[in-house]
T-cell receptor, first 110, second 111 residues
Framework: GEDVEQSLFLSVREGDSSVINCTYTDSSSTYLYWYKQEPGAGLQLLTYIFSNMDMKQDQRLTVLLNKKDKHLSLRIADTQTGDSAIYFCAERGNNNDMRFGAGTRLTVKP | DTEVTQTPKHLVMGMTNKKSLKCEQHMGHRAMYWYKQKAKKPPELMFVYSYEKLSINESVPSRFSPECPNSSLLNLHLHALQPEDSALYLC??????????FGSGTRLTVV
């Protein structure tokens, strides 16, 4: 995960918006991804964005991509307690693997 | 079927045991992967199989031995593991850039 960086913790109140940020290094990345991992569980693909897009919206999720700055963000609107989890930003590596950031632990307080 | 199924979900094994982790997908994906995830860390790639052939081995110790019997199945054979090998082992499969699916993982404890 050294090539993909994320802040480690985010705490919000229920009903607020959450914004999780990520920076990546590989400018040739075609797709960038957001995964969610709940305690003791595997990884759930939340959304992805193609590199020629600036924004993608999917219900409560909005992904913003700034290719110039290699910055990716995930906004969760109306955050609920069920959104508490670790969120991983990822880019596709040369080995067809997923390269993950360290993960951001989102805590939603009632 | 849009899932990657991993069994068992939990496994406790001694350092002299031999066990196997299993992974199955029926999405027609031709690439399958093993990842290892330690607590509070992101997943790290171990092996990549492409069209049932091992294409990547990320310098994984020989006590981990992958096997791909057919295009739907991926196994990870474990022998003489160490306590530091305790982790969540994740299987994934993919077909194209948009379709990369992870299983729920096997939580392995080596005692």
């Amino acid at each position: 995960g050294e090539d993909v960086e994320q802040s480690l913790f985010l705490s919000v109140r229920e009903g607020d918006s959450s914004v999780i940020n990520c920076t990546y290094t590989d400018s040739s990345s075609t797709y960038l991804y957001w995964y969610k991992q709940e305690p003791g569980a595997g990884l759930q693909l939340l959304t992805y964005i193609f590199s020629n897009m600036d924004m993608k919206q999917d219900q409560r999720l909005t992904v913003l991509l700034n290719k110039k700055d290699k910055h990716l963000s995930l906004r969760i609107a109306d955050t609920q307690t069920g959104d508490s989890a670790i969120y991983f930003c990822a880019e596709r590596g040369n080995n067809n693997d997923m390269r993950f950031g360290a993960g951001t632990r989102l805590t939603v307080k009632p | 079927d849009t899932e990657v199924t991993q069994t068992p979900k939990h496994l406790v094994m001694g350092m002299t045991n031999k066990k196997s982790l299993k992974c199955e997908q029926h999405m027609g994906h031709r690439a399958m992967y093993w990842y290892k995830q330690k607590a509070k860390k992101p997943p790290e790639l171990m092996f990549v199989y492409s069209y049932e052939k091992l294409s990547i081995n990320e310098s994984v110790p020989s006590r981990f031995s992958p096997e791909c019997p057919n295009s739907s199945l991926l196994n990870l054979h474990l022998h003489a593991l160490q306590p530091e090998d305790s982790a969540l082992y994740l299987c994934a499969s993919s077909q194209d850039l948009m379709d990369y699916t992870f299983g729920s993982g096997t939580r392995l404890t080596v005692v």
